[in-house]
Antibody, heavy 114, light 112 residues
Framework: EVQLVESGGGLVQPGRSLKLSCLASGFTFSNYGMNWIRQAPGKGLEWVASISSSSSYIYYADTVKGRFTISRDNAKNTLYLQMTSLRSEDTALYYC???????WGQGVMVTVSS | DIVMTQAPLSVSVTPGESASISCRSSKSLLHSNGITYVYWYLQKPGKSPQLLIYRMSNLASGVPDRFSGSGSETDFTLKISRVEAEDVGIYYCGQLLENPFTFGSGTKLEIK
């Protein structure tokens, strides 16, 4: 069974940093590109970043480019999102999703507030 | 960026009836490989989105065949036949042809 379990969220002040993790199981992690997709409270889905299976290709939404860094450790079956210079508008539920978003994690909440 | 426009914003359906949701992309989602990269997701209340339809018309694993997807290069339709109470939630279309991936604003399905 495919499972994606996010962790690392919480309440953080504006301008501070936070690192999210997504532990994958039930499939060969190193064979799939991965994504972070977020959902602000009461809002729709916003794609944040993608990384290819071998980390050769990385893409970011303009809203996070230069502040967020996506990475992965295939030996640990783990996807990461390093978030810096956080803003109130980054407040959202962050999901990791496999490949073409065929499987999603349960999400982890990030709240940016003073 | 490719803009995905969904309609209607919400739909109320009697159990057993059918429902259709439309999605239009600002650019063709047909790749040169012949695949149209539009996807449909359902987010049930309090849950993560789940994949319903991939590559315009392919039913995801475990999804009832009451769901079907169709369309052209820029206009797409999700049809739900014989709507059931468990189908309530917000439906999103999404394009995964090119980065940035983008989603429609969602269609809320309610039961009458």
């Amino acid at each position: 069974e495919v499972q994606l379990v996010e962790s690392g969220g919480g309440l953080v002040q504006p301008g501070r940093s936070l690192k999210l993790s997504c532990l994958a199981s039930g499939f060969t992690f190193s064979n799939y590109g991965m994504n972070w997709i977020r959902q602000a409270p009461g809002k729709g889905l916003e794609w944040v970043a993608s990384i290819s299976s071998s980390s050769s290709y990385i893409y970011y939404a303009d809203t996070v480019k230069g502040r967020f860094t996506i990475s992965r450790d295939n030996a640990k079956n783990t996807l990461y999102l390093q978030m810096t210079s956080l803003r109130s508008e980054d407040t959202a539920l962050y999901y990791c999703a496999r490949g073409h978003a065929d499987y999603w994690g349960q999400g982890v909440m990030v709240t940016v507030s003073s | 960026d490719i803009v995905m426009t969904q309609a209607p914003l919400s739909v109320s359906v009697t159990p057993g009836e059918s429902a259709s949701i439309s999605c239009r992309s600002s650019k063709s989602l047909l790749h040169s490989n012949g695949i149209t990269y539009v996807y449909w997701y359902l987010q049930k209340p309090g849950k993560s989105p789940q994949l319903l339809i991939y590559r315009m018309s392919n039913l995801a694993s475990g999804v009832p065949d009451r769901f079907s997807g169709s369309g052209s290069e820029t206009d797409f339709t999700l049809k739900i036949s014989r709507v059931e109470a468990e189908d309530v939630g917000i439906y999103y279309c999404g394009q995964l042809l090119e980065n940035p991936f983008t989603f429609g604003s969602g269609t809320k399905l309610e039961i009458k």
